[in-house]
């Protein structure tokens, strides 16, 4: 069944009404009928299973049939932190990463960024990313879509980020001599969230790398071949949800 996001305002005991972008493509462009039956997500981990009894112009209305709660995880959370990137790979990958089971995703810029949009430009890129991660999460099956954080320096980056005994905290550097083989050897019992640094086309510096570890960051690698800026994001997540998440 197909699958649309609805607010958890706009539901009322076993009755809800889909409103907005949701609602206009359901009538103009799937052109929903009444009778039909959907899956409604509320993006706090809320899955209904609902049937469409009105459609009117502006919005839908539905009968909520079955709910489910998204089982609490006590997978650690992963947070990706991705340096700008040119053009529109940055959509790509927070489609990919949303699949892949990101939690969150903080973009950067750091000394190497081509690419580094402003004030209305950069906030529209912002909001293209929350909705391409709403899209990909009906798509691969999630509740809840990943949290799309405002755009930042990755000096403040470094500051910002909390340390902590349930924390991994990796800043991925094509120098580093340590190599994600390793982190199979890491104690992580307990482990809660773990954060991802990835830079952009020309990498980091050395210095840059250097500020990372002293903010607590263990500085790693992805092997001997170096990797396009959009495909080590990818890499790296798979990496680590297979090491300690659920792949």
Not at 192 to 216: N, V, W, Y
Not at 221 to 229: F, P, S
Not at 237 to 242: A, G, K, P
Request: proline letters at 3%; hydrophobic letters at 40%; glycine letters at 8%.
């Amino acid at each position: 069944m197909r699958r649309f996001f609805i607010k958890k305002e706009d539901i009322t005991e076993n009755h809800g009404i889909i409103k907005g972008d949701e609602a206009r493509h359901m009538i103009r462009v799937l052109r929903l009928k009444t009778g039909g039956h959907i899956i409604l997500l509320d993006g706090q981990g809320g899955e209904y299973d609902a049937v469409i009894d009105e459609i009117q112009e502006k919005s839908v209305a539905v009968t909520l049939t079955a709910s489910r709660e998204e089982a609490v995880s006590s997978l650690p959370s992963i947070t990706l932190c991705q340096a700008f990137l040119k053009e529109k790979k940055m959509d790509d990958l927070v489609r990919h990463l949303t699949e892949l089971g990101m939690a969150a995703f903080q973009p950067f810029f750091s000394s190497r960024v081509v690419a580094r949009p402003k004030g209305d430009k950069l906030e529209k890129r912002e909001a293209r990313w929350e909705k391409i991660a709403g899209e990909a999460v009906k798509q691969c099956g999630r509740t809840t879509a990943p949290a799309i954080c405002r755009t930042t320096e990755l000096k403040a980056l470094l500051q910002e980020l909390p340390s902590g005994p349930h924390t991994l905290k990796l800043f991925f550097w094509e120098e580093a001599q340590v190599s994600f083989k390793q982190l199979e050897a890491l104690d992580t019992n307990g482990l809660t969230d773990i954060t991802l640094i990835i830079g952009p086309e020309g990498g980091f510096t050395r210095e840059e790398a250097d500020m990372a570890k002293e903010a607590g960051f263990l500085i790693a690698g992805l092997g001997t071949r170096i990797l396009r800026a959009e495909t080590a994001p990818l890499a790296a997540l798979s990496i680590v949800q297979y090491l300690f998440g659920d792949m």
